[in-house]
């Protein structure tokens, strides 16, 4: 349910596509450049149609079951897509560094397997669930259009592995790769993007390195946050009144996952879950340079999103926030089939 996929692709995808490269910046204030990339004419504040068949049919104050197995099935993807048309180099690294060993596929086009600039990407998943293979033709066409080497990073998984384990095993992959190459940068989406954060934090703050960039898909950036709160009003997100009650529900689940994947990810631990490392939203936003993040119009998690891109704004003046019409969370599901995602890693690609 939370992380439906389609094999189907998208009724004028090339004609989408190619109206949404074109879509010029949104604005340009408080050190943030947005692009609001709506769907177009009577089709604004709708649910893009694939998306829509994932949550129409939720019903009224919908239960998300919390045992773990149910869970895990629940992030399983699959008809993505590959977009790619360079010949691609893909392998299995096993990185040892910091006592830890942890396991990324590497990703890159074969006339850039020397690029002096990585990506290391960090899955979604709720901290619980998900794999490096659930993004795999995803990270493929970030590696080509950003002509950067991407690592796949396989981090640990709550509850058997809890905070900060995942968070460790991100830190290892930098050190490990840091000789290796002039800049890297950091991307994930959904908890990978908290993931990645807290690495960056770590890198900066221990001496290991500034990281570069930070690419961050639908983050999730605060945990124990206030469900009746400003970062949960749905009612200030703009729909069709037909389709608000359908993305009411939504919300509703999300708020119960929110709070689910926390438990797990903290798993009984006594912890100030205001801490930086797993709220970035309340870390130093000066840690953070050369940010974008790229966002569904009716995801959970945009509200806070928004007010990161606007903290890490005013602090460093190179933000990039991208937000896109039609659609919700955990869009990279959709690669090959929604051109929107499409549009999302080339911008991504292009501001890495």
Not at 123 to 151: I, K, N, W
Not at 246 to 260: G, K, N, P, S, V
Request: one cysteine or more; proline letters at 5%.
């Amino acid at each position: 349910m939370l992380n439906d996929t389609t094999t189907e692709r998208s009724t004028d995808y090339t004609k989408e596509l190619a109206r949404l490269r074109l879509l010029a910046q949104t604005s340009q204030e408080n050190g943030a450049t947005s692009w609001l990339k709506d769907r177009a004419g009577q089709d604004l504040h709708t649910y893009e149609p694939l998306v829509w068949e994932t949550v129409a049919d939720l019903p009224e104050n919908p239960h998300l079951d919390s045992d773990l197995f149910s869970l895990r099935q629940g992030t399983e993807t699959s008809g993505q897509v590959d977009l790619t048309t360079h010949e691609m180099k893909v392998e299995m690294r096993q990185i040892v560094a910091m006592n830890r060993r942890v396991r990324a596929i590497r990703v890159a086009r074969m006339d850039h397997l020397n690029a002096d600039k990585a990506i290391l990407y960090f899955h979604g998943g709720a901290y619980y669930g998900g794999t490096p293979e659930d993004v795999l033709v995803a990270m493929r066409y970030l590696a080509e259009q950003s002509q950067c080497v991407v690592y796949n990073v396989d981090y640990a998984l709550a509850p058997e592995q809890p905070y900060p384990a995942g968070i460790l095993d991100g830190l290892a992959v930098v050190a490990a790769l840091k000789p290796d190459y002039r800049e890297i940068s950091l991307s994930g989406d959904s908890a990978g993007a908290s993931i990645a954060l807290a690495v960056s934090q770590l890198c900066r703050s221990m001496g290991i390195c500034t990281i570069d960039s930070h690419l961050l898909f639908y983050p999730t950036l605060i945990q124990g946050s206030d469900h009746h709160g400003k970062l949960w009003d749905d009612r200030t997100i703009d729909i069709v009144p037909e389709q608000r009650p359908a993305m009411h529900r939504f919300y509703q689940l999300f708020e119960q996952l929110d709070t689910i994947m926390t438990n797990y990810y903290v798993d009984g631990q006594a912890l100030d879950l205001t801490a930086p490392l797993l709220s970035p939203l309340l870390a130093d936003p000066q840690s953070f340079k050369r940010t974008t993040v790229l966002i569904g119009e009716f995801d959970p998690f945009r509200l806070q999103a928004e007010a990161f891109i606007k903290q890490v704004g005013l602090a460093n003046g190179d933000a990039h926030y991208i937000r896109y019409g039609g659609m919700s969370h955990a869009f990279l599901n959709f690669t090959g089939n929604v051109p929107a995602v499409q549009d999302a890693l080339e911008m991504a690609a292009k501001l890495v």
